[in-house]
């Protein structure tokens, strides 16, 4: 006799994959996920994934995935070995991200409303929403009002200014004037140290109607962590890279780097510019922190937040993703003293 048929398609993996596949090529088209190393990590974790949803009876499909399957899944893998990483409450974090990132780009393209399960999901569970949080996650390290003020003007007596006597910037090596500019783009723009070594001279954007010629944001390329983006420059930073492109211009160095290591524009290496910036902090009476000078990108961070913006706007201009901006919300529901 032979074997009846089911009344429904059974689900494949088909779909399953099909939607991961749609989120990566996304993800890969904005400059993200480059690192073939975090590609086969989200590769495994949903695989991972997508096996046990099929393996269920009936089988779990992206349509009906609720928090209960969630629940389910989370305590199947509880029965994996103890050394399996997958049982650390950052793992699954890690995890319950991707699936809610998938669904929401696979409703997106159907033009359909999202399963927020996983969202929901992790609403309902603190061990695991925290995991990156707190102990896992310290607090970033900033300067107080005094301290940015302070640094804003010795960082700003690189330029000469019209109308009152310049403070000994003529006498500054062009190293040293690029030093302090560096500095000054991580403090005022919100730069890691990587992406100023990576600038190009065409980064500076200088026309804008009703503003003065001076550079007002910079387009920072992307890199295997993050995409292409563009990151506003405060005034005063864009004062004195305008007068670092003078100086450069007319001393004639070579190369397409914004900041080179040499005249002949070589690309400027990580230590040597991690030297650069803590010596420009020392100079400046700035105590150098154990997270070096990210401490000038996070001042920036809390600034930008303080005064408004909105927090999805501030992860662009910085290129991380909007999970990353918790512990800046964090020191924000204190009393931060910050610029």
Same mark, same amino acid.
């Given at each position: 006799?032979?074997?009846?048929? $089911?009344?429904?398609?059974?689900?494949?993996?088909?779909?399953?994959? *099909? *939607?991961?596949?749609?989120?990566?090529?996304?993800?890969?088209?904005?400059?993200?996920?480059?690192?073939?190393?975090?590609?086969?990590?989200?590769?495994?974790? =949903?695989?991972?994934?997508?096996?046990?949803?099929?393996?269920?009876?009936?089988?779990?499909?992206?349509?009906?995935?609720?928090?209960? /399957?969630?629940?389910?899944?989370?305590?199947?893998?509880?029965?994996?070995?103890?050394?399996?990483?997958?049982?650390?409450?950052?793992?699954?974090?890690?995890?319950?991200?991707?699936?809610?990132?998938?669904?929401? !780009? !696979?409703?997106?393209?159907?033009?359909?409303?999202?399963?927020?399960?996983?969202?929901?999901?992790?609403?309902?569970?603190?061990?695991?929403?925290? *995991? %990156?949080?707190?102990?896992?996650?310290?607090?970033?390290?900033?300067?107080?009002?005094?301290?940015?003020?302070?640094?804003?003007?010795?960082?700003?007596?690189?330029?000469?200014?019209?109308?009152?006597?310049?403070?000994? =910037?003529?006498?500054?090596?062009?190293?040293?004037?690029?030093?302090?500019?560096?500095?000054?783009?991580?403090?005022?723009?919100?730069?890691? $140290?990587? %992406?100023?070594?990576?600038?190009?001279?065409?980064?500076?954007?200088?026309?804008?109607?009703? +503003?003065?010629?001076?550079?007002?944001?910079?387009?920072?390329?992307?890199?295997?962590?993050? $995409?292409? +983006?563009?990151?506003?420059?405060?005034?005063?930073?864009?004062?004195?890279?305008?007068?670092?492109?003078?100086?450069?211009?007319?001393?004639?160095?070579?190369?397409?780097?914004?900041?080179?290591?040499?005249?002949?524009?070589? $690309?400027?290496?990580?230590?040597?510019?991690?030297?650069?910036?803590?010596?420009?902090?020392?100079?400046?009476?700035?105590?150098?922190?154990?997270?070096?000078?990210?401490?000038?990108?996070?001042?920036?961070?809390?600034?930008?937040?303080?005064?408004?913006?909105?927090?999805?706007?501030?992860?662009?201009?910085?290129?991380?993703?909007?999970?990353?901006?918790?512990?800046?919300?964090?020191?924000?529901?204190?009393?931060? /003293?910050?610029?």
């Amino acid at each position: 006799m032979a074997a009846s048929l $089911p009344l429904f398609a059974e689900p494949s993996a088909t779909s399953h994959q *099909a *939607a991961f596949d749609a989120w990566l090529a996304a993800q890969q088209d904005n400059g993200a996920l480059r690192l073939p190393s975090s590609v086969a990590v989200y590769r495994d974790m =949903w695989g991972s994934f997508t096996a046990w949803c099929l393996g269920q009876s009936p089988a779990v499909t992206l349509a009906s995935l609720g928090r209960s /399957d969630l629940s389910a899944f989370q305590q199947a893998r509880f029965g994996m070995k103890s050394a399996d990483l997958s049982l650390s409450p950052r793992y699954a974090l890690r995890l319950l991200r991707l699936i809610d990132r998938v669904l929401r !780009h !696979h409703a997106e393209t159907l033009g359909e409303p999202a399963n927020t399960a996983a969202a929901d999901w992790l609403a309902e569970q603190p061990a695991v929403r925290y *995991a %990156d949080s707190a102990r896992a996650d310290p607090l970033p390290e900033f300067l107080s009002v005094s301290e940015a003020k302070h640094l804003i003007a010795y960082l700003s007596s690189a330029r000469p200014r019209p109308g009152a006597a310049s403070q000994g =910037w003529s006498a500054l090596s062009w190293q040293a004037l690029r030093n302090r500019v560096a500095v000054a783009l991580q403090l005022g723009a919100g730069l890691a $140290p990587g %992406d100023v070594r990576v600038l190009r001279l065409d980064a500076p954007t200088s026309q804008i109607a009703g +503003r003065r010629d001076r550079p007002w944001k910079l387009a920072v390329p992307g890199n295997g962590n993050s $995409p292409a +983006r563009e990151a506003p420059v405060a005034p005063w930073a864009g004062e004195l890279l305008q007068h670092w492109l003078k100086v450069r211009a007319e001393l004639q160095i070579a190369g397409d780097f914004l900041f080179p290591a040499t005249r002949t524009g070589k $690309p400027w290496s990580k230590e040597a510019q991690y030297v650069a910036a803590k010596q420009v902090l020392e100079e400046a009476g700035i105590e150098a922190s154990s997270g070096g000078s990210f401490v000038l990108r996070h001042t920036f961070a809390l600034r930008q937040l303080r005064r408004g913006a909105r927090i999805d706007e501030v992860a662009r201009w910085l290129g991380v993703a909007l999970e990353a901006m918790g512990k800046y919300q964090r020191v924000l529901t204190g009393p931060a /003293d910050v610029v």
